[in-house]
C-alpha cells in the first residue's frame, strides 16, 4: 500500500494522455469514450483518495503512505502525507 499517493497522482494524468492519443476525432462515439474514459479516471482517484483518508491516523505528526525511490545521478522520488 506504499504507492497509493503515487496512483492518486497519475491516475488523472494517465487518463488525460490515453485520451490525447487513442480519443481522435469529434464524432458521437469519440466524445461519449472520452467522457467515459475521464468518468473512470476520476472515480478511481476519487476511491483511492478515500481509502487514503479511512487510513490517515490523525494521532501522528509523522509522514504516513510514503513512497520513496532513489534512481541514479541523484534523482530521487518521495511522497508522503504528513499531519
Known sequence: MDNL???TTFTPLL????MGFLLKGHDAPAVRNARYLALYGTLATLFV???IVA???PGTADFQ???DHSWR???AYRVGVDG
Not at 487518463?15 to 490515453?18: E, G, K, N
Open 5 to 7: 499517493l503515487t496512483i
Open 73 to 75: 545521478f541523484g534523482l
Open 65 to 67: 503512505f510514503v513512497q
Open 49 to 51: 483518495a478515500l481509502f
Open 15 to 18: 487518463a488525460a494522455l490515453i
Open 55 to 57: 487510513e490517515f491516523d
